[in-house]
């Protein structure tokens, strides 16, 4: 019998990041998430992509 838990994908998510927000932050976070309907885990996950993302294509633009 295999272990219990969540199956092993493709895009596993095994990294623990913790962070400090003050409380308007936090509260701005929270508000985002209940009307997107979404974690707080994904909405940040989102953001950090959005962010990296865009300094990848401006890199790009610098470069050409």
């Not at 962010?51 to 633009?61: G, R, V, Y």
Request: aromatic share 4%.
């Amino acid at each position: 019998m295999g272990k219990p838990g969540r199956p092993k994908g493709d895009n596993n998510k095994d990294q623990l990041f913790s962070m400090r927000l003050d409380e308007r932050t936090m509260r701005r976070l929270n508000a985002y998430c209940e009307k997107m309907n979404q974690l707080r885990s994904t909405a940040v996950r989102d953001a950090i992509n959005r962010m990296l993302e865009e300094e990848e294509e401006n890199e790009t633009h610098i470069n050409d």
